[in-house]
Nanobody
Framework: QGQLVESGGGLVQAGGSLRLTCTGS???????????VGWYRQVPGKQREFVASISSDFRTNYRDAVNGRFTISRDNARKRVYLQMNSLRPEDTAIYYCNDVLAPRSWGEGTQVNVSP
């Protein structure tokens, strides 16, 4: 079945940009393509929260706090989902995870995003 693996985090100043990638590792396209992929984030001591999702037919959904700043997209041929994050704020600092929205799998390690003031 493979797994969804996050990458692309880093340290950026407020107002900057980062692009996160969620890759369907060891997945064949017939498994990856139907997945509604969601991005989530978690700050230590707080609950994990939904950020954005994209369905198999490219419908998108965003958390209000990121709407207009973040863009989710997917490239099924490469088995990847991207989260383009612009105008980053310190409150976007978190570990970011991706997962199957409708049939969640075990959570991966995530990728750390740090936004300095």
């Amino acid at each position: 079945q493979g797994q969804l693996v996050e990458s692309g985090g880093g340290l950026v100043q407020a107002g900057g940009s980062l692009r996160l990638t969620c890759t369907g590792s060891r997945m064949i396209t017939s498994v990856f393509n139907p997945i509604t992929v969601g991005w989530y984030r978690q700050v230590p001591g707080k609950q994990r929260e939904f950020v954005a999702s994209i369905s198999s037919d490219f419908r998108t959904n965003y958390r209000d706090a990121v709407n207009g700043r973040f863009t989710i997209s997917r490239d099924n041929a490469r088995k990847r989902v991207y989260l383009q994050m612009n105008s980053l704020r310190p409150e976007d600092t978190a570990i970011y995870y991706c997962n199957d929205v409708l049939a969640p799998r075990s959570w991966g390690e995530g990728t750390q995003v740090n936004v300095s003031p």
